[in-house]
């Protein structure tokens, strides 16, 4: 069978009531793939994800998400998502741990069905992978915004997704459990074949663990493998972005694709 | 007491509801209360108060509705209100809250005209706005057996679904789960306990019932679970403590009943107050 991407947008715009947020976007995502989502403030990335998600609708253009369209999708458990504003949930909300976890199986479970048999297992194992195990039973706003941030990563990792999207999933966490966490990925990439969009600004750090970078501001500058982003001159993507950015200098830890 | 409560059938009636509605109103009221909907089940419990007194005053002036149970029409209306709110807040996207004053208003105003062109039905609408002992039917308990039994199956088979939606509204979209479709019939659920603990707890205190036992019961609560456990066992005391209360001191139980209420809230405040002084 001949492989279909994961992810395929075909000409999309959006617009927010008055403003164009983002114009003619076509991209596509492979199985496999680990995407590094790149932007400054405000260029549309996460309306991008949005609309990927079907939280929005594009204006214009069609989303495919495993070859379906978008509107009719329904396996949508096979996405896993971390937003960028998960600790906007409301604090005084009496639930442990486990139980928002939990309910990252929500979908999966399905309508009418109260639970897994091998729930708890899942549950423990996404919470071990992001090393909170040991606060499965504390109450979610007891914890401090980066570990309830690892509390949403394990939820969105517990219904072992195909594709994980990914919204700047570690403001907030130290250096420590970001380089952990990104080891993560690259594991869950490489070994379960897993396919990531990760928006990032922290483009150091991720830079041996990504395959492709997309750079987005408003519509798509580039999309390419990573070896050729890098090899991109700081002109060009200063001219895209109207001001100057980091660059990947790692050029000696590379993978050769 | 208790030989009372064998001997007379009002009181069976009354007690077995106050029980049912002791579960039911504080368990959908820990879904309410997160959710940040507190306002609306007071919004529309003024909306059922209007088919209330529109049933009491048709009832009056024909003959042929003299024995027409003014809690359908309450569920009428209540459920109207409730599909009426989830219109009004997605016609004012941003101004969600706009919808409580709507339709509050609508239902008092609507009250007020019913109740000014029926004259004299002060005993009966007293008891439907503070609540009763003796005015529960045996057809009132049977529409309370009726409505919790639709509260307690919609919980057991949505709950999982109810607790993305409260937890986090856009995860839960975003998971693809039928958020819409789920939160109407919440609405409508919460329509309908609110018509069935009108008859106990009254009116005007309804929303009482199902936010002061939760309002109680976070503070102490870890998990979800626990938190509806708790919000259940206060909710159920007061509700038992409010009706022999009321039935000996000869007092509207709605009133015995949210002070009850208040007294566990202070209490819950004040423990765990004082049981965190003792371990800092
Ligand atoms: N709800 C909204 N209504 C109107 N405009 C919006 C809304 N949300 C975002 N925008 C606008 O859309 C543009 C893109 O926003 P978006 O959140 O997608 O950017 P982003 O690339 O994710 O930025 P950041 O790096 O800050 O997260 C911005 O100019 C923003 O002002
Ligand atoms: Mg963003």
Redesign the pocket.
């Known amino acids: 069978m001949a492989q279909v991407p994961l992810i395929e947008l075909k000409n999309v715009s959006f617009q927010?009531?008055y403003?164009q947020?983002l114009s003619n976007i076509s991209l596509k995502v492979e199985q496999g793939d680990f995407l590094a989502l790149l932007?400054p403030?405000?260029?549309?990335?996460?309306?991008m994800l949005k609309l990927i998600l079907g939280l929005m609708k594009p204006t214009s253009g069609q989303i495919e998400l495993f070859g379906q369209p978008a509107n009719t999708f329904k396996k949508r458990e096979l996405i896993g998502y971390v937003s960028?504003k998960s600790n906007s949930f409301n604090s005084g909300f009496p639930a442990t741990v486990k139980e928002v976890v939990a309910s990252g199986l929500t979908k999966k479970i399905g309508l009418f069905k109260r639970h897994l048999a091998d729930q708890n297992e899942k549950v423990m194992q996404a919470l071990r992978d992001v090393g909170m195990d040991g606060f499965a039973n504390r109450n979610i706003g007891e914890l401090s915004g980066g570990q309830q941030q690892r509390v949403f990563i394990a939820r969105a990792l517990v219904a072992e997704p195909k594709l994980l999207i990914l919204d700047?999933p570690t403001v907030g966490i130290d250096h420590e459990n970001v380089q952990s966490f990104y080891d993560m990925l690259a594991n869950l990439n490489e070994h379960h074949k897993m396919t990531m969009i990760l928006v990032t600004h922290d483009v150091d750090t991720v830079s041996n663990r990504i395959s492709h970078v997309a750079c987005l501001n408003q519509t798509i500058h580039f999309h390419g493998f990573k070896n050729d982003y890098d090899s991109l001159s700081d002109d060009q993507l200063n001219a895209w972005y109207g001001h100057a950015v980091r660059k990947i200098h790692h050029t000696k830890e590379e993978k050769t694709q | 007491m208790i030989s009372s409560i064998l001997h007379y059938e009002f009181l069976q009636n009354a007690f077995l509801s106050g029980i049912i509605i002791g579960i039911i109103a504080p368990l959908l009221g820990v879904f309410i209360v997160v959710r940040r909907l507190s306002l609306i089940a007071d919004a529309l419990s003024h909306v059922t108060l209007a088919g209330i007194a529109g049933s009491l005053y048709l009832s009056q002036t024909f003959t042929g509705l003299a024995l027409l149970n003014p809690l359908y029409l309450g569920i009428v209306a209540s459920v109207s209100g409730s599909v009426l709110i989830e219109r009004l807040r997605r016609l004012y996207k941003h101004y969600e809250e706009l919808a409580i004053p709507i339709i509050m208003s609508g239902g008092i105003g609507i009250s007020a005209i019913f109740i000014s062109l029926a004259k004299g039905f002060s005993t009966d609408l007293f008891s439907y706005l503070f609540g009763s002992v003796s005015a529960v039917s045996r057809q009132d308990l049977f529409i309370v057996v009726v409505i919790a039994l639709l509260v307690i199956a919609f919980i057991y088979l949505f709950y999982k679904e109810l607790f993305v939606l409260s937890f986090d509204d856009e995860y839960a979209k975003a998971s693809g789960l039928p958020a819409k479709w789920i939160h109407l019939l919440f609405m409508i659920v919460t329509a309908l306990v609110i018509a069935a603990s009108m008859r106990i707890v009254g009116i005007l205190l309804v929303s009482s019932l199902m936010t002061l036992p939760v309002a109680a019961s976070i503070r102490i609560a870890k998990g979800f679970k626990q938190a509806i456990l708790y919000a259940i066992i206060f909710g159920e005391t007061a509700v038992i403590a409010g009706l022999v209360s009321a039935f000996y001191l000869d007092l509207a139980p709605g009133g015995t009943i949210v002070v009850i209420s208040i007294l566990i809230l202070l209490v819950v405040i004040v423990g765990k107050k004082i049981a965190m002084s003792v371990r800092a």
């Open positions: 927010y009531d403003t947020v932007g403030n405000g260029s549309g990335k996460s309306t960028q700047e």
